[in-house]
């Protein structure tokens, strides 16, 4: 399993950044996926996730609901975190992870850096 993130920057408040999550050596179709994010000092938390069928379902922590969009391409294996109206508070490393319930793999992850 390899999960490989991209996308982070510096970004100032207000800003938008899209993260992606390219991944293989598995059957990404068949595994929901997430994203957490690790701030300096901080736990890991979740940010969002989304499951494995046609549907989609997704699930956001309520800090991510309405400013961040979680989607997947099951075509070019790859997870996406749109997220818009950034704030300082969202600074973090971002990492994408293979599960719905428990995260079996995580990627380097990718840091989100927004400031002035």
């Known amino acids: 399993v390899q999960l490989v993130e991209s996308g982070g920057g510096l970004v100032k408040p207000g800003g938008s950044l899209r993260l992606s999550c390219a991944a293989s050596?598995?059957?990404?179709?068949?595994?929901?996926m997430s994203w957490y994010r690790q701030a300096p000092g901080k736990q890991r938390e979740l940010v969002a996730r989304?499951?494995?069928?046609?549907?989609?379902?997704?699930d956001y922590s309520p800090f991510a609901r309405g400013r961040f969009t979680i989607s997947r391409d099951n075509v070019e294996n790859t997870l996406y975190l749109q997220m818009n109206s950034l704030k300082p508070e969202d600074t973090a490393l971002y990492l994408c992870?293979?599960?719905?319930?428990?995260?079996?793999?995580w990627g380097q992850g990718t840091q989100v850096t927004v400031a002035s």
């Open positions: 989304i499951s494995w069928n046609d549907e989609g379902t997704t």
């Open positions: 992870a293979k599960g719905w319930t428990l995260a079996e793999n």
């Open positions: 050596g598995f059957t990404f179709s068949d595994f929901g």
